[in-house]
């Protein structure tokens, strides 16, 4: 148990849904992040936001869209997606986002969201 | 791009010792060198950090050398349960930026 929820674990949908992931976390943290992590490929990180603020979006497809609405939750609503999206994703957090790993800012991740587009 | 460079896998045998080594020849000074670990369908598990020098925890040991351009990631007595992607890190700007990692494989 890392202090990072994600839900649904797993989720086929077809091209023409409209579908969302949720992210938890009970860390205290304030940033908090989407990774993708498709087939023998690295994580790709997506988006990262820093006091529900977004500081970072990767040129990840309009059709993913991330929502913040508080430090503790984060939403990747997914709509007309394309069947190469499928893959995991993973929601992480921590204290803040610096954008490197000084002063030993550790990321947290849940247990991640196994996404099929069908 | 990452800025680290790890071997690609390796295989090792239960109770043996295996070390990991990590090239990051551009660290910067305030950067961190973090260890994940991934089991398949889970995500990155934290495994150790340090800065320079010597770090021990309950699972593992860092060996970073002065330069800091590379750091040695040491696992005493590996077991079956140790089989997984190991992923070394260190700051790239604004962004962190997870390499392919090490497939490590550990034979009985």
């Known amino acids: 148990e890392t202090g990072v929820t994600q839900t649904p674990r797993h989720l086929v949908m077809g091209m023409t849904n409209k579908k969302s992931l949720k992210c938890e976390q009970h860390?205290?943290?304030?940033?908090m992040y989407w990774y993708k992590q498709s087939a023998k490929k690295p994580l790709e990180l997506m988006f990262v936001?820093?006091?529900?603020?977004?500081?970072e979006n990767n040129s990840v497809p309009s059709r993913f869209s991330p929502e913040c609405p508080n430090s503790s939750h984060l939403f990747l609503h997914l709509h007309t997606l394309q069947p190469e999206d499928s893959a995991l994703y993973l929601c992480a957090s921590s204290q803040d986002y610096s954008g490197t790993q000084s002063s030993g800012n550790t990321i947290y991740f849940g247990e991640g969201s196994w996404l099929t587009v069908v | 791009l990452a800025k680290t460079t790890q071997p690609i896998s390796m295989d090792s045998y239960e109770g043996q010792e295996v070390n990991i080594t990590c090239s990051h020849n551009n660290i910067a000074t305030n950067d961190y060198i973090t260890w994940y670990q991934q089991f398949p369908s889970q995500g990155p598990r934290f495994i150790i950090q340090g800065y320079k020098t010597k770090v021990t925890n309950e699972v593992a040991s860092l060996f970073i050398p002065a330069d800091r351009k590379s750091s040695t990631l040491s696992l005493p007595r590996v077991s079956l349960s140790d089989t997984a992607v190991y992923y070394c890190l260190v700051g790239e700007g604004d962004k962190i930026i997870f390499g392919k990692g090490t497939r490590l494989h550990i034979l009985p």
């Open positions: 860390l205290g943290h304030n940033a």
């Open positions: 936001y820093n006091f529900k603020e977004q500081t």
